[in-house]
């Protein structure tokens, strides 16, 4: 498992790109339709994704992994899914809970 994103639900994606990337400097590197945008931290590997407030959404991290399938497969009956795998753009996404209930959110880039 590796982190490859940060996310973050905003109120209004117009103007919290406008915060990222002109204020903080962060350079777009992908968008998903009008509600999902990708972001480069300089110096860093690591990208954070801003998208539009789903409710119950919280701020963390996405992981990488495999196969979220596998994952999932392997921890359904351990792990508290609150989203099971479904398709995305790069490949395959899940959210599981950890044991304070704090969002963790995993996917594969099993499309590209």
């Known amino acids: 498992m590796k982190l490859v994103f940060l ?17 903080l400097g962060f350079e777009e590197t992908w968008r998903e339709g009008e509600h999902t945008v990708g972001l480069k931290i300089p110096g860093s590997d690591v990208q954070i994704m801003i998208e539009d407030y789903e409710a119950g959404s919280t701020a963390g991290g996405i992981f990488g992994v495999d196969s979220v399938d596998d994952f999932y497969n ?9 989203k099971t795998p479904v398709d995305v753009p790069p490949g395959r996404y899940a959210v599981y809970k950890d044991n304070s209930g704090n969002l963790l959110r995993i996917l594969d880039f099993t499309n590209q």
């Open 7 to 23: 996310y973050y639900p905003v109120n209004n994606l117009k103007e919290s790109l406008a915060f990222y990337r002109d204020t």
């Open 74 to 82: 392997e921890n359904k009956d351990v792990l508290e899914f609150v």
